[in-house]
């Protein structure tokens, strides 16, 4: 059981008691139940000899968050604490979308949500939207405020009231906390940059390259194209400053006490706006330490525990997301392990799943997605992930090289391959993908491209190529159908929905042009939608489909996460199959096939697994009973099963 559990038996066991208990007489219990795990967690961090005082401060603080928080606010997290964990829910349904992109600004986003309401999502993910500096700013993820709306996207007005609007549809908002750096506009780098040494140690600077040196030794990099090194000199200051990802974004020193003081309280002003989950942005990069890689460490993962405990006190309602973009193996872990099982952040990417399903596209093989997922340890029970195909970002090639060598690949090769498959180095290959951040040093690179562009349909388009386009728009539906049905809450990237191709129109743009992502960020194409009723066009096709997917998805509590998923092994290499599992023994078994030919399951397999003919079974999708041929059940390529029994 972890705190939230907790924390929803004594708010359940209180109401039970005394029918008028106060909000506030729940907080005092939640922050009774908490503080030992808030105190071993800030000691650990920071040594109690010299730190006592700024443990006081943070419990004061947490009374002063707690009387900040909004009445309306604080009713919601009750009614979370009563209702048990609804991220899990087969009702969570996600987008993605710069609000400038989608439609404009805060208002224009409002009165698309029809559109989202027709497609069946309830949960929107905003790209940053807070101030930012003019030029470069990382697409937002440079922030000049943590809580500023920036003027382009409207007011803070205008985001009170989306939110208040999201929350009377039943709808909910996750925002970013870009929680390991700020931009260099920030009202702290500003107040460094003017030599206040108060804030010179609000981040990492150096007086010269000593230290910096020794860092680099053992540090990645992340944007080795346009950003090689990890420290930029500021001449104003003159000092180094360490800034990880680019040289305007300055990483914060958690280190120092008074910076996780002082962040807290930009997360909870954040959150007072009316958001549902925060996405840690970043959130393996929080601690650095001289000799290591500053990716993952322990001290990261205690900090991260530390802000949860510290909103769960004060917010029990708003959940955390780790934008963890790292190894198998260290994802899970930012749900929290041994003592803090359960207690770190609530929803984490699934990098992992989205790496392998591009991976198993572009073999028509899913020997390495089983391989990689096979032997990964089970989340807690109380945490889900975010499964999405693509996002903002660039598909980063992260498999284990062990696993890749053990199905009898090389990894290097295979890694080029896929490099090559997706980039336009192969000229078979469907996709039309972009190289991002390619590193000559060592072969090193990643892949930017919208969903429809890498999965054929903009060459099959190009070329009129109807097999193309009509293999382009299974592929993505079926990509789509298993981030609906694996367990968690799915998330499109805005415009896939519709199988939006890639807009290359950022390489006109001197602040974009060296960053390939843009390609991936196009913009809402209303009058495409505007058509959709009418005609057999490929964006009516996907955009209808995925829309009965939804609708199947929030019709049936199979689909809720209850970390109820058996993944099948089967010898047919082209095939993923697993099984949601309930109590009533009311299961759904999945079986996609990602090869361009049909493949069939034996008869005998499947009454194996407990779904053989006597068992009426059907297709969720066509609704149709499935019936056996010559012994087999065919699979069409790229496509998918969704299967009960009767
Ligand atoms: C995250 C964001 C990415 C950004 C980086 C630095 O990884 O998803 O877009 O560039 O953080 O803030």
Redesign the pocket.
């Known amino acids: 059981m972890n705190q939230l559990s907790l924390h929803q038996l004594l708010a359940t066991n209180q109401l039970k008691k005394k029918k008028t208990t106060s909000p506030n007489e729940l907080f005092d219990l939640r922050l009774a139940t908490n503080s030992t795990l808030i105190k071993n967690l800030f000691f650990s961090l920071y040594p109690e000899s010299e730190h006592t005082a700024t443990f006081e401060k943070l419990l004061s603080l947490l009374t002063q968050l707690f009387q900040e928080r909004p009445e309306d606010l604080k009713k919601i997290d009750l009614e979370r604490l009563k209702n048990g964990n609804w991220y899990q829910s087969e009702q969570m349904m996600g987008m993605q979308l710069y609000v400038d992109h989608f439609n404009k600004d805060i208002k224009g986003l409002s009165e698309k949500i029809g559109y989202f309401e027709d497609l069946g999502v309830n949960f929107l993910h905003l790209m940053p939207i807070t101030k930012r500096p003019k030029e470069e700013n ?2 937002g ?1 440079a922030v000049n405020s943590y809580h500023e709306v920036d003027k382009k996207y409207g007011t803070k007005e205008d985001l009170l009231t989306l939110t208040k609007k999201l929350r009377s549809k039943n709808m909910y908002l996750m925002l970013d906390f ?1 929680v390991n ?1 700020t931009s260099d506009e920030f009202e702290w780098a500003k107040k460094a940059m003017k030599g206040d040494k108060k804030y010179q140690e609000y981040y990492y600077t150096f007086p010269d390259r000593t230290i910096p040196d020794q860092f680099e030794e053992t540090l990645p990099e992340v944007f080795p194209e346009t950003n090689p090194g990890n420290f930029t000199y500021n001449h104003d200051m003159k000092r180094w400053v360490m800034t990880v ?1 680019n040289s305007y ?1 300055w990483d914060l020193n958690y280190a120092n006490p008074e910076v996780f003081l002082e962040m807290l309280g930009n997360l909870m002003k954040l959150t007072n706006m009316g958001v549902d989950v925060v996405r840690f ?2 959130l393996a990069f929080l601690w650095k330490k001289m000799g290591t890689d500053s990716q993952n460490l322990p001290e990261a993962h205690q900090l991260i525990a530390l802000f949860r405990m510290c909103l769960q006190t004060v917010a029990p309602g708003v959940i955390l997301l780790a ?1 963890a ?1 790292v190894s198998p193996t260290q994802i899970i872990k930012y749900f929290g392990e041994g003592d803090m099982k359960g207690n770190e952040c609530e929803v984490a990417y699934n990098a992992t799943l989205m790496a392998l399903l591009w991976n198993s596209m572009a073999t028509k093989k899913t020997v390495l997605l089983y391989k990689s997922l096979q032997y990964l340890p089970q989340k807690p029970k109380e945490a889900t992930w975010i499964n999405y195909i693509r996002c ?2 660039d598909i980063g090639l992260g498999f284990d090289d062990n696993d890749i060598y053990s199905i009898g690949w090389d990894a290097k090769e295979h890694r080029k391959f896929l490099l090559h498959y997706y980039c336009q180095k192969l000229d078979w290959s469907p996709a039309k993908g972009l190289m991002f951040m390619y590193n000559p040093k060592n072969g090193d690179g990643r892949i930017t491209g919208s969903a429809a562009s890498l999965l054929g349909l903009e060459k099959g388009l190009e070329q009129q190529d109807e097999k193309l386009v009509s293999q382009a728009i299974a592929k993505i539906i079926t990509m789509h159908s298993i981030i609906l049905s694996y367990g968690g809450m799915p998330l499109i990237y805005a415009g896939d929905e519709i199988g939006t191709l890639n807009d290359y129109s950022y390489q006109k743009e001197n602040s974009k042009k060296d960053d390939s992502r843009w390609v991936n960020r196009p913009k809402q194409d209303w009058d495409a939608i505007s058509h959709l009723e009418k005609g057999s066009t490929p964006q009516s096709h996907i955009y209808h489909s995925l829309r009965k997917l939804i609708g199947i998805r929030k019709n049936n509590p199979i689909f809720a996460d209850q970390n109820n998923l058996i993944l099948h092994q089967h010898h047919n290499p082209h095939l993923l199959i697993y099984e949601r599992t309930s109590a009533d023994h009311k299961n759904l078994l999945v079986i996609c096939n990602f090869d361009d030919h049909i493949h069939g399951v034996e008869k005998s397999w499947m009454e194996r697994v407990g779904y053989g003919e006597e068992t009426g079974i059907g297709d969720l999708v066509t609704e149709q009973p499935i019936h056996f041929q010559s012994n087999h059940l065919e699979i069409g390529a790229n496509e998918f099963y969704w299967i009960v029994r009767n």
């Open positions: 990382d697409g993820y870009v750096h990802f974004q942005d970043a934008e973009i903002h970002d």
